[in-house]
Protein backbone atom coordinates (compact mmCIF):
# COMPACT_ATOMS: atom_id res chain seq x y z
CA UNK A 1 0.00 0.00 0.00
CA UNK A 2 1.26 3.36 -0.95
CA UNK A 3 2.17 5.63 1.88
CA UNK A 4 0.18 8.77 2.01
CA UNK A 5 1.73 12.17 2.83
CA UNK A 6 -0.66 14.33 5.41
CA UNK A 7 -0.39 18.46 4.00
CA UNK A 8 -1.96 21.69 5.01
CA UNK A 9 -4.16 23.49 2.06
CA UNK A 10 -3.74 27.09 1.87
CA UNK A 11 -6.58 29.17 0.28
CA UNK A 12 -4.32 29.44 -3.19
CA UNK A 13 -2.49 27.77 -5.26
CA UNK A 14 0.65 27.76 -3.82
CA UNK A 15 0.37 24.07 -3.20
CA UNK A 16 2.11 21.58 -1.30
CA UNK A 17 4.96 19.28 -2.15
CA UNK A 18 2.90 15.68 -2.51
CA UNK A 19 4.61 12.16 -2.52
CA UNK A 20 3.77 11.54 -6.64
CA UNK A 21 3.37 7.43 -5.51
CA UNK A 22 0.26 8.42 -3.67
CA UNK A 23 -1.13 10.54 -7.04
CA UNK A 24 -3.22 7.95 -8.95
CA UNK A 25 -3.01 8.86 -12.86
CA UNK A 26 -6.54 9.59 -13.86
CA UNK A 27 -7.82 9.43 -17.33
CA UNK A 28 -11.19 11.01 -18.17
CA UNK A 29 -13.16 10.23 -21.11
CA UNK A 30 -15.97 12.30 -21.88
CA UNK A 31 -18.52 11.46 -24.80
CA UNK A 32 -20.41 13.74 -26.67
CA UNK A 33 -24.23 13.58 -26.76
CA UNK A 34 -24.53 10.25 -25.55
CA UNK A 35 -27.86 8.81 -25.05
CA UNK A 36 -28.67 7.09 -21.76
CA UNK A 37 -29.74 3.76 -23.52
CA UNK A 38 -27.06 3.90 -25.94
CA UNK A 39 -24.23 2.27 -23.39
CA UNK A 40 -24.16 -1.79 -23.29
CA UNK A 41 -24.81 -1.53 -19.63
CA UNK A 42 -28.69 0.23 -20.68
CA UNK A 43 -28.87 -1.34 -24.18
CA UNK A 44 -27.43 -4.66 -25.15
CA UNK A 45 -27.42 -4.06 -28.87
CA UNK A 46 -24.67 -2.02 -28.80
CA UNK A 47 -20.91 -3.65 -29.40
CA UNK A 48 -18.50 -1.59 -26.50
CA UNK A 49 -16.53 -4.57 -24.92
CA UNK A 50 -14.06 -2.21 -23.42
CA UNK A 51 -16.17 0.04 -21.91
CA UNK A 52 -18.50 -2.67 -20.88
CA UNK A 53 -15.64 -4.44 -18.86
CA UNK A 54 -14.74 -1.16 -17.23
CA UNK A 55 -18.32 -0.62 -16.49
CA UNK A 56 -19.17 -4.02 -15.14
CA UNK A 57 -16.04 -4.91 -13.22
CA UNK A 58 -15.74 -0.95 -11.79
CA UNK A 59 -18.28 1.66 -10.31
CA UNK A 60 -21.27 2.44 -12.67
CA UNK A 61 -22.74 6.25 -11.55
CA UNK A 62 -26.43 5.45 -11.74
CA UNK A 63 -27.36 9.43 -10.89
CA UNK A 64 -24.48 11.40 -12.75
CA UNK A 65 -26.02 14.24 -14.05
CA UNK A 66 -24.58 16.97 -15.96
CA UNK A 67 -26.25 20.14 -18.02
CA UNK A 68 -28.27 19.99 -20.86
CA UNK A 69 -25.48 21.14 -23.35
CA UNK A 70 -21.86 20.78 -24.62
CA UNK A 71 -20.07 24.57 -23.36
CA UNK A 72 -22.54 24.71 -20.23
CA UNK A 73 -21.22 21.13 -19.04
CA UNK A 74 -17.38 21.75 -19.74
CA UNK A 75 -17.00 24.46 -17.83
CA UNK A 76 -19.15 23.02 -14.62
CA UNK A 77 -16.06 20.55 -15.03
CA UNK A 78 -13.31 22.90 -15.61
CA UNK A 79 -14.39 25.22 -12.97
CA UNK A 80 -16.84 23.15 -10.21
CA UNK A 81 -19.36 25.74 -10.79
CA UNK A 82 -22.82 26.72 -11.97
CA UNK A 83 -22.64 27.97 -15.56
CA UNK A 84 -25.41 30.56 -14.47
CA UNK A 85 -22.86 31.90 -12.34
CA UNK A 86 -20.30 31.59 -15.51
CA UNK A 87 -22.76 33.48 -18.21
CA UNK A 88 -22.89 30.53 -19.79
CA UNK A 89 -26.21 28.80 -19.42
CA UNK A 90 -27.76 29.84 -22.61
CA UNK A 91 -26.83 27.70 -25.73
CA UNK A 92 -22.94 27.16 -26.82
CA UNK A 93 -20.25 29.31 -27.38
CA UNK A 94 -20.27 29.11 -31.60
CA UNK A 95 -17.58 29.19 -34.20
CA UNK A 96 -16.51 32.99 -34.58
CA UNK A 97 -18.43 34.41 -31.38
CA UNK A 98 -16.40 36.61 -29.39
CA UNK A 99 -16.19 35.49 -25.40
CA UNK A 100 -15.75 31.91 -24.03
CA UNK A 101 -15.06 30.94 -20.56
CA UNK A 102 -13.31 33.59 -18.59
CA UNK A 103 -9.76 33.47 -18.06
CA UNK A 104 -10.07 34.73 -14.61
CA UNK A 105 -11.52 31.32 -13.75
CA UNK A 106 -9.23 28.86 -12.54
CA UNK A 107 -9.42 25.38 -14.29
CA UNK A 108 -9.13 21.72 -13.03
CA UNK A 109 -5.77 21.72 -15.62
CA UNK A 110 -4.53 24.93 -13.41
CA UNK A 111 -5.41 22.72 -10.02
CA UNK A 112 -3.70 19.65 -11.44
CA UNK A 113 -0.48 21.07 -12.78
CA UNK A 114 0.08 23.02 -9.59
CA UNK A 115 0.11 19.70 -7.83
CA UNK A 116 2.10 17.95 -9.91
CA UNK A 117 0.62 16.62 -12.51
CA UNK A 118 1.15 16.22 -16.43
CA UNK A 119 -1.59 17.59 -17.79
CA UNK A 120 -2.66 16.63 -21.67
CA UNK A 121 -6.28 17.30 -23.26
CA UNK A 122 -6.86 15.51 -26.45
CA UNK A 123 -10.10 15.74 -28.46
CA UNK A 124 -12.40 18.46 -27.90
CA UNK A 125 -12.10 21.95 -26.46
CA UNK A 126 -15.85 24.28 -27.10
CA UNK A 127 -15.00 26.49 -24.15
CA UNK A 128 -14.06 29.59 -26.50
CA UNK A 129 -10.99 30.84 -28.30
CA UNK A 130 -11.39 34.51 -29.45
CA UNK A 131 -7.80 35.25 -27.86
CA UNK A 132 -5.38 32.70 -27.12
CA UNK A 133 -5.25 33.04 -23.65
CA UNK A 134 -8.95 30.99 -23.80
CA UNK A 135 -7.08 28.54 -25.45
CA UNK A 136 -6.50 24.94 -23.24
CA UNK A 137 -2.58 25.18 -23.18
CA UNK A 138 -2.87 28.73 -21.76
CA UNK A 139 -5.42 27.34 -19.21
CA UNK A 140 -2.97 24.46 -17.69
CA UNK A 141 -2.44 22.06 -20.09
CA UNK A 142 0.75 20.64 -21.28
CA UNK A 143 -0.34 19.94 -24.53
CA UNK A 144 -3.30 20.07 -26.62
CA UNK A 145 -4.67 17.95 -29.62
CA UNK A 146 -7.92 18.38 -30.89
CA UNK A 147 -9.88 20.92 -32.08
CA UNK A 148 -11.66 24.44 -30.76
CA UNK A 149 -15.33 24.36 -32.06
CA UNK A 150 -18.32 22.40 -30.89
CA UNK A 151 -18.15 20.26 -33.97
CA UNK A 152 -16.98 19.19 -36.80
CA UNK A 153 -16.90 16.21 -39.52
CA UNK A 154 -15.20 13.01 -38.83
CA UNK A 155 -12.64 12.79 -41.87
CA UNK A 156 -12.23 16.35 -43.28
CA UNK A 157 -12.03 18.12 -39.87
CA UNK A 158 -14.30 20.81 -41.37
CA UNK A 159 -16.51 23.37 -39.46
CA UNK A 160 -19.07 25.98 -40.89
CA UNK A 161 -16.45 25.76 -44.53
CA UNK A 162 -13.40 25.51 -42.18
CA UNK A 163 -10.90 23.45 -41.08
CA UNK A 164 -10.53 22.96 -37.53
CA UNK A 165 -7.42 20.76 -36.17
CA UNK A 166 -4.59 21.60 -34.15
CA UNK A 167 -1.79 20.15 -32.28
CA UNK A 168 -0.74 22.70 -29.14
CA UNK A 169 2.04 23.37 -26.51
CA UNK A 170 2.99 26.20 -24.33
CA UNK A 171 6.36 28.35 -26.28
CA UNK A 172 9.14 29.16 -23.89
CA UNK A 173 7.83 33.32 -24.16
CA UNK A 174 4.62 32.59 -23.26
CA UNK A 175 1.89 32.16 -26.17
CA UNK A 176 1.76 28.80 -28.14
CA UNK A 177 3.13 26.79 -30.53
CA UNK A 178 0.16 25.86 -32.05
CA UNK A 179 0.25 24.04 -35.43
CA UNK A 180 -2.75 23.32 -37.96
CA UNK A 181 -2.32 19.72 -38.17
CA UNK A 182 -3.33 19.52 -42.27
CA UNK A 183 -2.26 15.61 -42.24
CA UNK A 184 -5.48 14.36 -40.05
CA UNK A 185 -7.54 15.03 -43.27
CA UNK A 186 -9.20 11.98 -44.59
CA UNK A 187 -8.32 10.16 -41.08
CA UNK A 188 -11.33 9.43 -38.87
CA UNK A 189 -11.23 11.42 -35.82
CA UNK A 190 -11.64 8.57 -32.92
CA UNK A 191 -9.02 7.17 -34.62
CA UNK A 192 -6.87 10.14 -34.66
CA UNK A 193 -7.45 10.85 -30.41
CA UNK A 194 -6.87 7.18 -29.70
CA UNK A 195 -2.96 7.04 -31.45
CA UNK A 196 -2.83 10.53 -30.15
CA UNK A 197 -3.79 9.40 -26.58
CA UNK A 198 -1.71 6.20 -26.78
CA UNK A 199 1.03 8.12 -27.87
CA UNK A 200 0.55 10.76 -24.94
CA UNK A 201 1.03 7.92 -22.12
CA UNK A 202 4.09 5.93 -24.34
CA UNK A 203 6.05 9.87 -24.16
CA UNK A 204 5.35 9.98 -20.00
CA UNK A 205 7.86 10.65 -17.45
CA UNK A 206 6.89 8.42 -15.02
CA UNK A 207 8.26 10.69 -12.42
CA UNK A 208 5.13 12.59 -12.30
CA UNK A 209 1.23 11.64 -12.44
CA UNK A 210 -0.96 11.71 -15.53
CA UNK A 211 -4.16 13.94 -16.50
CA UNK A 212 -5.46 12.75 -19.64
CA UNK A 213 -8.51 15.06 -20.44
CA UNK A 214 -10.20 13.07 -23.32
CA UNK A 215 -13.32 14.82 -24.43
CA UNK A 216 -14.17 12.21 -27.51
CA UNK A 217 -16.01 13.86 -30.69
CA UNK A 218 -18.02 10.78 -30.85
CA UNK A 219 -21.18 10.51 -31.07
CA UNK A 220 -21.83 13.95 -31.76
CA UNK A 221 -23.60 14.60 -35.49
CA UNK A 222 -22.36 14.24 -38.58
CA UNK A 223 -23.04 10.68 -38.94
CA UNK A 224 -19.91 9.44 -39.78
CA UNK A 225 -18.44 5.86 -39.34
CA UNK A 226 -15.88 3.34 -41.18
CA UNK A 227 -17.81 0.88 -43.25
CA UNK A 228 -16.07 -1.63 -40.66
CA UNK A 229 -17.47 -0.67 -38.00
CA UNK A 230 -20.98 -0.37 -39.85
CA UNK A 231 -21.52 -3.62 -40.91
CA UNK A 232 -21.08 -5.28 -37.28
CA UNK A 233 -24.13 -4.20 -37.19
CA UNK A 234 -25.92 -6.37 -40.40
CA UNK A 235 -28.80 -8.30 -39.45
CA UNK A 236 -29.02 -6.42 -35.60
CA UNK A 237 -30.31 -3.13 -36.48
CA UNK A 238 -32.18 -2.45 -39.14
CA UNK A 239 -32.98 1.80 -38.63
CA UNK A 240 -29.65 3.37 -40.89
CA UNK A 241 -29.57 6.33 -38.33
CA UNK A 242 -29.30 3.84 -35.57
CA UNK A 243 -27.02 1.30 -36.85
CA UNK A 244 -24.52 4.22 -37.96
CA UNK A 245 -24.72 5.66 -34.22
CA UNK A 246 -24.16 1.88 -32.57
CA UNK A 247 -21.13 2.02 -34.73
CA UNK A 248 -19.70 5.16 -33.80
CA UNK A 249 -19.93 3.71 -30.18
CA UNK A 250 -17.59 0.95 -31.41
CA UNK A 251 -15.46 3.17 -32.66
CA UNK A 252 -15.00 5.39 -29.44
CA UNK A 253 -14.58 1.90 -27.28
CA UNK A 254 -12.07 0.24 -29.45
CA UNK A 255 -10.45 3.87 -28.96
CA UNK A 256 -11.00 3.57 -25.14
CA UNK A 257 -9.05 0.02 -25.82
CA UNK A 258 -5.89 1.65 -27.52
CA UNK A 259 -5.44 4.06 -24.11
CA UNK A 260 -6.32 1.38 -21.52
CA UNK A 261 -3.97 -1.14 -23.46
CA UNK A 262 -1.10 2.04 -23.61
CA UNK A 263 -1.78 2.28 -20.11
CA UNK A 264 -1.00 -1.06 -19.53
CA UNK A 265 1.94 -1.36 -21.94
CA UNK A 266 3.64 1.33 -19.86
CA UNK A 267 3.14 0.00 -16.53
CA UNK A 268 0.88 3.10 -15.57
CA UNK A 269 -2.80 1.15 -15.60
CA UNK A 270 -2.35 -0.57 -12.34
CA UNK A 271 -2.25 3.45 -10.59
CA UNK A 272 -4.94 4.63 -13.22
CA UNK A 273 -8.33 6.52 -11.81
CA UNK A 274 -10.61 5.57 -15.79
CA UNK A 275 -13.78 8.23 -15.36
CA UNK A 276 -15.96 8.11 -17.99
CA UNK A 277 -19.56 9.99 -19.00
CA UNK A 278 -21.53 11.98 -21.36
CA UNK A 279 -21.44 15.83 -21.75
CA UNK A 280 -25.66 15.67 -22.35
CA UNK A 281 -27.83 13.41 -22.89
CA UNK A 282 -28.85 12.13 -26.40
CA UNK A 283 -30.58 14.44 -28.97
CA UNK A 284 -34.41 13.32 -29.70
CA UNK A 285 -34.79 12.30 -33.09
CA UNK A 286 -35.35 15.61 -35.85
CA UNK A 287 -32.07 16.96 -34.45
CA UNK A 288 -30.46 14.15 -33.43
CA UNK A 289 -28.51 11.02 -34.96
CA UNK A 290 -29.89 7.98 -33.77
CA UNK A 291 -29.58 8.47 -29.93
CA UNK A 292 -31.84 7.12 -27.52
CA UNK A 293 -32.24 8.25 -23.95
CA UNK A 294 -35.66 5.76 -23.55
CA UNK A 295 -37.09 5.29 -20.69
CA UNK A 296 -36.04 8.80 -19.52
CA UNK A 297 -38.20 11.73 -20.78
CA UNK A 298 -36.80 14.16 -23.54
CA UNK A 299 -32.97 15.06 -24.73
CA UNK A 300 -29.82 17.49 -24.99
CA UNK A 301 -31.39 20.85 -24.92
CA UNK A 302 -34.08 19.91 -22.57
CA UNK A 303 -33.87 20.09 -18.31
CA UNK A 304 -35.96 16.48 -18.20
CA UNK A 305 -34.05 13.63 -17.17
CA UNK A 306 -33.29 12.64 -20.76
CA UNK A 307 -31.20 15.63 -21.04
CA UNK A 308 -29.35 15.72 -17.93
CA UNK A 309 -29.04 11.81 -16.51
CA UNK A 310 -25.50 10.65 -17.80
CA UNK A 311 -23.85 7.31 -18.27
CA UNK A 312 -21.42 7.32 -16.49
CA UNK A 313 -18.59 5.14 -14.40
CA UNK A 314 -15.30 4.67 -12.55
CA UNK A 315 -12.69 2.01 -13.18
CA UNK A 316 -9.76 1.48 -11.13
CA UNK A 317 -7.65 -1.59 -10.19
CA UNK A 318 -7.52 0.58 -6.96
CA UNK A 319 -10.62 0.64 -6.31
CA UNK A 320 -13.52 -2.53 -5.34
CA UNK A 321 -16.05 -2.78 -8.47
CA UNK A 322 -18.88 -4.09 -9.93
CA UNK A 323 -20.98 -1.39 -8.24
CA UNK A 324 -23.45 0.04 -9.07
CA UNK A 325 -23.53 3.23 -6.99
CA UNK A 326 -26.39 5.30 -6.58
CA UNK A 327 -25.12 8.65 -4.55
CA UNK A 328 -26.46 11.89 -6.05
CA UNK A 329 -23.60 13.54 -8.20
CA UNK A 330 -22.98 16.47 -10.03
CA UNK A 331 -20.28 17.01 -12.79
CA UNK A 332 -19.46 20.10 -10.84
CA UNK A 333 -18.54 17.56 -8.14
CA UNK A 334 -15.07 16.22 -10.49
CA UNK A 335 -13.17 19.50 -9.72
CA UNK A 336 -13.08 19.02 -6.03
CA UNK A 337 -13.31 14.97 -6.07
CA UNK A 338 -10.29 15.32 -8.37
CA UNK A 339 -8.10 17.57 -6.95
CA UNK A 340 -8.69 15.42 -3.57
CA UNK A 341 -7.33 12.27 -5.49
CA UNK A 342 -4.31 14.27 -6.14
CA UNK A 343 -3.38 15.02 -2.35
CA UNK A 344 -4.51 11.93 -1.00
CA UNK A 345 -4.60 9.40 -3.91
CA UNK A 346 -7.47 6.97 -3.29
CA UNK A 347 -7.98 6.90 0.76
CA UNK A 348 -11.41 8.94 1.66
CA UNK A 349 -11.97 12.23 3.43
CA UNK A 350 -11.72 10.47 7.08
CA UNK A 351 -8.17 9.77 6.80
CA UNK A 352 -6.66 12.67 4.46
CA UNK A 353 -8.20 16.11 4.09
CA UNK A 354 -8.00 17.80 0.19
CA UNK A 355 -7.77 20.66 -0.68
CA UNK A 356 -10.07 23.74 0.40
CA UNK A 357 -12.13 25.30 -2.89
CA UNK A 358 -13.60 28.94 -2.14
CA UNK A 359 -16.66 29.74 -3.87
CA UNK A 360 -17.18 26.70 -6.29
CA UNK A 361 -20.90 24.81 -6.36
CA UNK A 362 -18.97 20.96 -6.77
CA UNK A 363 -18.30 19.11 -3.57
CA UNK A 364 -15.60 16.14 -2.97
CA UNK A 365 -17.54 13.14 -4.02
CA UNK A 366 -14.78 10.38 -3.46
CA UNK A 367 -16.03 8.89 -0.57
CA UNK A 368 -19.92 8.61 -2.01
CA UNK A 369 -18.26 7.16 -5.19
CA UNK A 370 -16.38 4.14 -3.28
CA UNK A 371 -18.88 3.49 -0.65
CA UNK A 372 -16.82 4.81 2.24
CA UNK A 373 -19.93 7.62 3.06
CA UNK A 374 -22.94 9.22 1.21
CA UNK A 375 -23.26 11.85 -1.69
CA UNK A 376 -22.13 15.03 -0.05
CA UNK A 377 -25.02 16.95 -1.76
CA UNK A 378 -28.76 16.82 -1.71
CA UNK A 379 -29.29 19.57 -3.96
CA UNK A 380 -27.97 20.62 -7.52
CA UNK A 381 -29.01 23.85 -10.07
CA UNK A 382 -30.05 22.09 -12.99
CA UNK A 383 -29.81 25.82 -14.75
CA UNK A 384 -31.17 29.19 -14.33
CA UNK A 385 -31.81 30.71 -18.09
CA UNK A 386 -32.81 34.26 -18.13
CA UNK A 387 -32.97 34.25 -22.31
CA UNK A 388 -35.41 31.15 -21.87
CA UNK A 389 -37.07 32.54 -19.34
CA UNK A 390 -36.63 28.90 -17.31
CA UNK A 391 -34.85 27.46 -14.80
CA UNK A 392 -34.83 23.62 -12.74
CA UNK A 393 -34.00 22.45 -9.69
CA UNK A 394 -32.68 18.98 -7.89
CA UNK A 395 -34.08 18.53 -4.22
CA UNK A 396 -33.35 15.40 -2.49
CA UNK A 397 -35.88 13.21 -4.85
CA UNK A 398 -37.35 16.18 -6.43
CA UNK A 399 -37.51 18.04 -9.67
CA UNK A 400 -39.03 21.07 -10.33
CA UNK A 401 -39.67 23.22 -13.51
CA UNK A 402 -40.02 26.72 -13.62
CA UNK A 403 -41.21 27.53 -17.13
CA UNK A 404 -40.58 25.54 -20.40
CA UNK A 405 -38.02 22.63 -19.60
CA UNK A 406 -37.72 22.06 -23.33
CA UNK A 407 -39.02 18.93 -25.66
CA UNK A 408 -40.33 16.21 -23.29
CA UNK A 409 -40.77 13.29 -25.56
CA UNK A 410 -40.04 9.72 -24.55
CA UNK A 411 -38.22 8.18 -28.03
CA UNK A 412 -38.06 4.78 -28.11
CA UNK A 413 -35.27 3.12 -29.62
CA UNK A 414 -36.59 1.87 -33.45
CA UNK A 415 -36.02 -1.74 -32.00
CA UNK A 416 -35.82 -2.34 -28.25
CA UNK A 417 -34.12 -4.80 -27.16
CA UNK A 418 -35.48 -7.31 -24.95
CA UNK A 419 -34.20 -7.60 -21.90
CA UNK A 420 -34.82 -3.41 -21.93
CA UNK A 421 -38.29 -3.80 -22.95
CA UNK A 422 -39.01 -6.43 -20.00
CA UNK A 423 -37.22 -4.47 -17.22
CA UNK A 424 -38.96 -3.42 -14.14
CA UNK A 425 -37.89 0.10 -14.88
CA UNK A 426 -39.98 0.01 -18.23
CA UNK A 427 -42.93 -2.23 -17.23
CA UNK A 428 -43.53 -0.02 -14.79
CA UNK A 429 -44.17 2.87 -18.24
CA UNK A 430 -45.97 0.01 -19.67
CA UNK A 431 -48.59 -0.52 -17.06
CA UNK A 432 -49.71 3.87 -17.01
CA UNK A 433 -50.98 3.62 -20.30
CA UNK A 434 -52.11 6.89 -20.21
CA UNK A 435 -49.73 8.93 -19.44
CA UNK A 436 -49.38 10.05 -23.26
CA UNK A 437 -52.08 11.97 -22.99
CA UNK A 438 -51.63 13.50 -19.78
CA UNK A 439 -48.41 14.79 -20.70
CA UNK A 440 -50.37 16.25 -24.28
CA UNK A 441 -52.16 17.99 -21.67
CA UNK A 442 -49.23 19.33 -19.98
CA UNK A 443 -47.61 19.91 -23.06
CA UNK A 444 -50.38 22.32 -24.26
CA UNK A 445 -51.35 24.25 -21.76
CA UNK A 446 -48.85 24.62 -19.37
CA UNK A 447 -45.14 24.90 -21.49
CA UNK A 448 -45.05 28.08 -22.98
CA UNK A 449 -46.06 29.96 -19.94
CA UNK A 450 -42.77 31.34 -18.21
CA UNK A 451 -44.79 31.22 -15.03
CA UNK A 452 -45.90 27.58 -15.23
CA UNK A 453 -44.75 24.84 -12.78
CA UNK A 454 -44.23 21.38 -12.55
CA UNK A 455 -42.75 19.23 -10.31
CA UNK A 456 -41.64 15.71 -10.18
CA UNK A 457 -40.04 12.75 -7.87
CA UNK A 458 -37.57 10.89 -10.20
CA UNK A 459 -36.66 8.77 -7.31
CA UNK A 460 -40.08 6.73 -7.11
CA UNK A 461 -40.76 8.29 -11.35
CA UNK A 462 -37.32 8.54 -13.01
CA UNK A 463 -39.36 8.30 -16.16
CA UNK A 464 -41.44 12.04 -15.12
CA UNK A 465 -44.62 10.39 -16.33
CA UNK A 466 -46.97 12.00 -13.14
CA UNK A 467 -46.76 15.86 -12.32
CA UNK A 468 -47.47 16.20 -8.86
CA UNK A 469 -47.21 19.51 -7.92
CA UNK A 470 -50.76 20.66 -6.61
CA UNK A 471 -49.97 17.76 -3.96
CA UNK A 472 -46.68 19.20 -2.71
CA UNK A 473 -47.10 22.53 -2.55
CA UNK A 474 -44.56 22.91 0.65
CA UNK A 475 -42.36 21.60 -1.76
CA UNK A 476 -42.78 23.50 -4.15
CA UNK A 477 -42.30 26.68 -2.21
CA UNK A 478 -39.27 25.43 -0.44
CA UNK A 479 -37.76 24.54 -4.16
CA UNK A 480 -39.05 28.08 -5.20
CA UNK A 481 -37.54 30.02 -2.48
CA UNK A 482 -33.77 28.01 -3.43
CA UNK A 483 -34.46 29.03 -7.14
CA UNK A 484 -34.60 32.69 -5.93
CA UNK A 485 -31.22 32.08 -4.20
CA UNK A 486 -29.70 30.95 -7.63
CA UNK A 487 -30.87 33.71 -9.12
CA UNK A 488 -29.11 35.83 -7.01
CA UNK A 489 -26.04 34.33 -8.08
CA UNK A 490 -26.54 34.18 -11.71
CA UNK A 491 -24.53 36.20 -14.08
CA UNK A 492 -26.26 37.18 -17.64
CA UNK A 493 -25.79 35.23 -21.04
CA UNK A 494 -22.60 36.25 -21.82
CA UNK A 495 -23.77 35.40 -25.75
CA UNK A 496 -23.08 37.78 -28.82
CA UNK A 497 -22.74 37.53 -32.33
CA UNK A 498 -20.02 35.56 -34.88
CA UNK A 499 -17.56 38.51 -34.75
CA UNK A 500 -16.69 38.84 -38.67
CA UNK A 501 -13.06 39.56 -38.04
CA UNK A 502 -12.87 35.95 -36.97
CA UNK A 503 -13.13 35.02 -40.64
CA UNK A 504 -11.31 32.11 -41.22
CA UNK A 505 -10.47 33.09 -45.11
CA UNK A 506 -8.20 35.51 -43.11
CA UNK A 507 -6.38 32.90 -41.12
CA UNK A 508 -5.66 30.43 -43.99
CA UNK A 509 -8.88 28.51 -44.47
CA UNK A 510 -8.71 27.68 -40.43
CA UNK A 511 -10.55 28.81 -37.58
CA UNK A 512 -7.81 30.32 -34.84
CA UNK A 513 -7.67 32.96 -32.44
CA UNK A 514 -8.68 36.65 -33.85
CA UNK A 515 -8.20 38.52 -30.74
CA UNK A 516 -5.74 39.95 -28.51
CA UNK A 517 -8.04 39.87 -25.41
CA UNK A 518 -11.90 38.54 -25.11
Known amino acids: ??????????????????????????????????????????????????????????????????????????????????????????DTINAGEPYGLM??????????????????????????YCSWDLTPVKRGFDSFYGYYNGHETYYTKVTHNFFDFRSDTPAQNGSVNSEVVWSVNETYSTV?????????????????????????????????????????????????????????????????????????????????????????????????????????????????????RSSSFVHSPLLPGGIINEELIHVTDWLPTLTHLAACGVE???????????????????????????????????????????????WGPWKL?????????WVPPPRINEELYNSQFTEDLREREKFDSDMEYVMDTEWNDPDSIMLFDVVADPAETREVSKANPDVVKTMLDRLEYYQSRTTPPRNCPRDPASDPAKFGGVWTPWLKSC
Open 1 to 90: MRRLVSCVWLLTLQVLTVNSLTQPNIVMMVADDLGWADMPWHDALTIAPTLTSLANSGIILDRHYVQPICSPTRSALMTGKYPSRLGLNH
Open 192 to 308: NYANQAAKVVHDHDKNKPLFLYLPMQSVHNPNEVPDSYFQMYEGIVENVKRRTLLAMITAMDDAAEVVVSALKQTDLWENTIFIFFSDNGGPLKGIGNGQVNYPLRGGKYSYWEGGI
Open 348 to 394: PSSKCSGPYHKDIDGVNQWDAIVGAGKSNRTEFLVNIDPKAKNSALR
Open 401 to 409: YHGNPGKGD
Open 103 to 128: VNETIISNYMSKMGYATHGVGKWHLG
